[in-house]
């Protein structure tokens, strides 16, 4: 084990000396763990503010949190026990109503009452604090200590020392926010949307202490422990509203009195207090690295996650805890700290993930104040992802209810399963297969593998199913394998397709999507070698410039002239009729993913000077002509959508401002709805990976626009789709490996729903598999963390 190194002749290894940086709940939590695990350790705390200075008031930890402190140091938890408060209800306003969901089970304390604990708890262990004292740089400490732990906050200045090492990257976000406490205990972690003159204000607020037994009611007291209770409230706000409010001018008095004054009926016509409390925006900080030779990041000095889930102190604790944990457990401290960092990372890239969702959200409320309130307060509950649908219904069944109920959902019909209506086409639930490109066609034609593959997925009870990218050309081809609608034998093949599902699918409708490859084009199949040239019998590549999609390995395409604009969309008309001749339900136009139209749309990938380049408007001029001449073909009784890249992820591409304004101009030009999805423009981009991560681009323009749309990007789960959907953030949700991992994806989930409905029927021949089949029995894995101290 690292906790002792070795010293040179035959003495016994020496105990480790140990350097703690800052003195806040993680610092303290883990020289005290280091200690109790090892008495003979050396571990010292500096910290340069004193015992009582604290910012803050109130702190919230999870049950989660809770446990594995149970496990490592049952004293600090006995005393954490005698001062929590607990509750387990939300409180949401909107606009005067007040909407209450239960079962959330939250346990607070003061911040100070902590720091009191976690002090007393290290003077016992025999832990040296050393408050008002600056520490030395950690290059100082760690020539005369085996390890260092730089708990020194957002702001550390080890991190800021060693940044060629740690290589951190610190984001500041829009909002302004200010922590505040009311001298009262608020009955529910309790939301406030203040619509003001100058925009959208709102209030989170939560109880941290309880009334004293002997309070009387009629007295308001003050001061850090009043004996009616305290809360902490945050407000927060734009920081364009910020400023048109003239907070950036006042002092913490002015501005504590004013929030009080906005907030009045919440607080019941109280004040509010700071405790030097300044306003402030949210910075997300990150590091490429947590540790440096013998010094280790921990708490908010190497990730943070925005209050809004409460995951400040939670995420520092339980640094803590795998950091004592990993040094006990490993051999070397080079080895405890990889395998400390190999640990925390991706629970704190995952809490980092639901936290950016949560912050999003609150920049951006007023885009969901007109939402019904039980949908407003469900989307406010969901934001975060953390919390969904299925969850929420095991906590307060009675709100999820009456949120389905507004939503329209007949009784014992989850979201999904409801219908929806594009046109004269009525899908029967909100599932759609996504368009996967299998390239296994043969000049272009589809073969008995897309007839079972369509076809078993329509089966499987999806109310949409989609086809891959079909070419409208040869030259349009992404691969040799790729399907097409160019020649009336494509065609037949096709309509035999459209037969089955119609026949042996009633009720699943069948979509077809037209594309063309742009400069994407003449590649190898993707499991050959994806946006690989082809070794032999490559063909040339059109796009809007002429810049390969990677220089020095894909083709320079030629730039389209207006001959070559003319012929192209001549390609999307034919091959519009001939899919309307198949009997597809409903026509998709490919605009997303850096294939020919999509070219067009980006700034990436369009550098034209003429009509068709420059700013949006020009860059969105051909493919509207695409979408128009195609609309004119498509018969009018049958939908039509557009699939777009809402972001290119990447610096200079498309902005959520240039997303917005391409789907206004699909919509104004008859686009029944917008598919969105995001990313493969550019072989540069750095998607922000992570479960549904490509929704909020589908919400942004649901909620803005007002269109119709579909939701796609790594939604996996039916309770996604539920969430998604109860929430307003999508009309229909299209699915893709979850169906090649299940092509029965949708009537497993109606049948793990208990659902049996005109939603999801299954196909007389399969009904007998319509339950679940029963399961093995598996037993809960142990806690984890369990730290027994040396003798």
């Known amino acids: 084990m690292a906790g002792a190194v070795a010293v040179s002749g035959p003495e016994a290894p020496r105990p480790l000396r140990i350097a703690v940086v800052g003195g806040g709940p993680g610092g303290l939590y883990a020289a005290a763990l280091l200690k109790r695990l090892d008495p003979a350790r050396e571990v010292t705390v500096w910290e340069r503010n004193a015992p009582d200075d604290t910012f803050g008031f109130g702190v919230v930890l999870s049950d989660e949190t809770l446990g594995g402190i149970e496990h490592a140091d049952p004293e600090v938890y006995r005393a954490l026990g005698e001062e929590f408060v607990r509750w387990d209800d939300i409180q949401i306003v909107h606009r005067g109503r007040t909407l209450t969901s239960s079962g959330h089970g939250f346990a607070a304390l003061g911040r100070r009452r902590l720091l009191e604990i ?89 109880p941290y202490s309880r009334p004293s037994p002997d309070h009387h009611p009629s007295i308001l007291p003050s001061g850090p422990q009043s004996s009616s209770g305290s809360s902490t409230v945050i407000v927060e706000m734009r920081e364009e509203v910020w400023r048109a409010a003239g907070f950036h001018e006042m002092d913490e008095r002015e501005s504590t009195e004013r929030c009080a004054k906005i907030f009045a009926e919440t607080l019941g016509g109280r004040p509010l207090r700071g405790n030097k409390s300044a306003w402030t925006a949210f910075r997300t900080v990150v590091n490429e690295r947590w540790s440096h030779g013998r010094t280790v990041l921990l708490g908010d000095a190497a990730h943070t996650a925005h209050f809004s889930i409460g995951s400040g102190t939670k995420l520092a604790v339980e640094d803590a805890l795998a950091l004592a944990a990993c040094v006990e457990e490993q051999p070397t401290l080079d080895e405890a700290l990889a395998a400390y960092e190999a640990e925390r990372r991706p629970v704190v890239e995952s809490t980092q993930r639901a936290a950016a969702a949560s912050l999003r959200w609150f920049e951006e409320p007023a885009r969901y104040l007109d939402q019904p309130p039980r949908q407003f307060a469900f989307n406010l509950l969901t934001r975060s992802r953390r919390v969904t649908h299925a969850n929420l219904r095991l906590r307060d069944p009675h709100f999820t209810d009456t949120v389905e109920r507004d939503f329209g959902c007949p009784p014992g019909t989850p979201p999904m399963f409801t219908p929806f209506r594009l046109r004269e086409l009525t899908l029967r639930n909100r599932v759609v297969v996504s368009p996967m490109d299998m390239y296994v066609a043969e000049d272009g034609v589809p073969g008995d593998f897309h007839l079972v593959h369509l076809g078993g997925r329509a089966l499987g009870g999806a109310g949409l199913v989609m086809t891959e990218m079909v070419c409208v050309s040869p030259e349009g081809r992404i691969t040799p394998g790729c399907t097409g609608l160019w020649t009336d034998e494509q065609g037949a093949a096709w309509t035999r397709i459209a037969d089955f599902v119609r026949a042996q699918a009633p009720g699943a409708a069948l979509g077809v999507q037209l594309g063309h490859s742009g400069r994407k084009g003449s590649t190898q199949r993707m499991w050959e070698g994806i946006d690989q040239p082809l070794p032999a019998g490559n063909w040339p590549l059109s796009a809007a410039s002429p810049l390969p999609y990677r220089p020095g390995v894909n083709q320079t395409p030629h730039a389209l002239d207006r001959a070559g604009l003319a012929a192209v969309r001549e390609d999307f008309t034919a091959a519009a009729r001939r899919a309307a001749r198949c009997g597809f339900d409903l026509l998709e136009l490919h605009c997303a993913h850096g294939y020919l139209l999509s070219g067009f749309l980006s700034p990436l990938t369009n550098h034209r000077a003429d009509a068709y380049g420059g700013p949006v408007e020009n860059r969105l001029r051909f493919p509207l002509e695409v979408f128009d001449a195609v609309r004119e073909v498509w018969p009018a009784d049958r939908p039509m959508t557009v699939r777009i890249s809402a972001t290119d992820w990447a610096e200079g591409g498309t902005s959520p401002e240039d997303a917005l304004t391409i789907a206004r101009a699909f919509a104004a030009h008859g686009a029944d709805a917008i598919d969105v999805s995001t990313g493969q423009v550019v072989p540069e981009e750095r998607p922000e990976y992570g479960r549904s991560y490509q929704t909020p681009y589908a919400d942004l323009i649901r909620n803005t626009v007002g269109v119709p749309v579909i939701a796609v990007g790594a939604i996996s789960s039916w309770d996604d789709v539920n969430s998604l959907l109860l929430a307003g953030r999508a009309d229909l949700c299209a699915l893709a490996r979850p169906h090649l991992y299940d092509p029965h994806w949708t009537l497993h989930a109606a049948a793990e729903q208990d659902y049996a409905g005109p939603g999801a029927p299954w196909p007389d021949p399969y009904k007998a598999g319509s339950r679940r089949p029963p399961t093995g029995r598996t037993d809960a894995p142990k806690p984890r963390l369990s730290l027994t101290p040396r003798p």
Request: charged share 25%.
């Open 118 to 206: 976690l002090h007393a708890r290290c003077a016992a262990l025999g832990v040296r604090l050393r408050f008002r004292t600056e520490a030395p740089p950690a290059a100082e400490l760690a020539a005369d200590h085996d390890l260092v732990v730089a708990a020194d906050g957002v702001h550390s200045r080890t991190r800021e020392d060693h940044a060629d090492v740690f290589r951190p990257r610190i984001t500041a976000h829009r909002c302004r926010y200010i922590w505040l406490a009311a001298d009262f205990a608020l009955d529910a972690f309790r939301f406030e949307i203040a619509e003001t003159e100058h925009g959208v204000m709102q209030l989170h607020g939560y």
